[in-house]
């Protein structure tokens, strides 16, 4: 391989790999975690509380980013049976860090009809959340209300939990901030079109983003093989 060869090669080889470089430094970094979150509930006939799992994604979608909120265990239970589509659940979710808001999601009714004395099973809450400042944020559980047969149960967290989502967003134009207030800027959406983001860590996005690092890499090498063979071809 002449010298000239060789050169626009380990070129090539560079500029791709200096690529997959970028695209990693690019990714926005991302920490979930399953949390326990113990609600005390307020209910028509008393006082009660019960302890859940709570997991916190996010996907991006246009200019925001649409938030799931997923209970693994239900929280509160009716006297009496509940008949399909007798309750209705709805949530905050509390972000800290570059900016504060409150993000509401909602759920669809029960599916089925719940027995009596059974803890309620909660349907995954769904709602988009806009940043007004770029940075990193977090996600905690937050207020959880139960409406049913014309009653409505408001469940608190009363153990102070940690976060179930830590991320880097972006907000559109660029705004940067460290900690300002802002208002709620949320509401129920559909899907589609969306990109995903890391959603159980970055193990994720490393796993993502490692593949396609190592095309980019095996597409140097074709391109290194290639010459070589094109060398060869004009020696001969």
């Given at each position: 391989m002449s010298d000239r060869i060789r050169s626009t090669a380990l070129l090539i080889a560079s500029a791709l790999a200096g690529s997959a470089a970028a695209v990693l430094a690019a990714a926005p970094a991302a920490h979930a975690d399953v949390v326990d979150v113990k609600y005390d509930c307020k209910t028509p006939i008393g006082d009660k509380s019960a302890v859940s799992p709570i997991d916190i994604k996010a996907v991006k979608e246009g200019e925001g980013y649409k938030l799931t909120m997923s209970f693994q265990k239900g929280v509160s239970s009716s006297p009496v049976e509940l008949g399909k589509g007798a309750m209705s659940p709805s949530a905050l979710i509390v972000v800290k860090g570059a900016e504060e808001a409150s993000v509401p999601v909602s759920g669809p009714a029960n599916a089925e009809a719940a027995p009596a004395n059974t803890p309620i099973k909660i349907s995954d809450l769904s709602g988009t959340y806009k940043p007004k400042k770029s940075g990193k944020v977090t996600f905690t559980?937050?207020?959880?209300?139960?409406?049913?047969?014309?009653?409505?149960?408001?469940?608190?967290?009363?153990?102070?939990?940690?976060?179930?989502?830590?991320?880097?967003?972006?907000?559109?134009?660029?705004?940067?901030?460290?900690?300002?207030?802002?208002?709620?800027?949320?509401?129920?959406?559909?899907?589609?079109?969306?990109?995903?983001?890391?959603?159980?860590?970055?193990?994720?996005?490393?796993?993502?983003?490692?593949?396609?690092?190592?095309?980019?890499?095996?597409?140097?090498?074709?391109?290194?093989?290639?010459?070589?063979?094109?060398?060869?071809?004009?020696?001969?």
């Open positions: 559980a937050g207020v959880l209300t139960i409406k049913a047969l014309g009653t409505t149960t408001t469940c608190t967290p009363g153990n102070s939990p940690k976060a179930s989502l830590e991320l880097d967003v972006t907000a559109a134009g660029g705004a940067t901030g460290g900690g300002g207030t802002s208002g709620s800027t949320a509401g129920n959406t559909s899907g589609g079109g969306s990109e995903s983001l890391p959603q159980t860590g970055p193990a994720d996005s490393a796993l993502a983003l490692g593949t396609l690092g190592g095309t980019v890499l095996l597409t140097g090498a074709a391109g290194v093989l290639w010459l070589t063979r094109r060398g060869q071809r004009a020696r001969s």
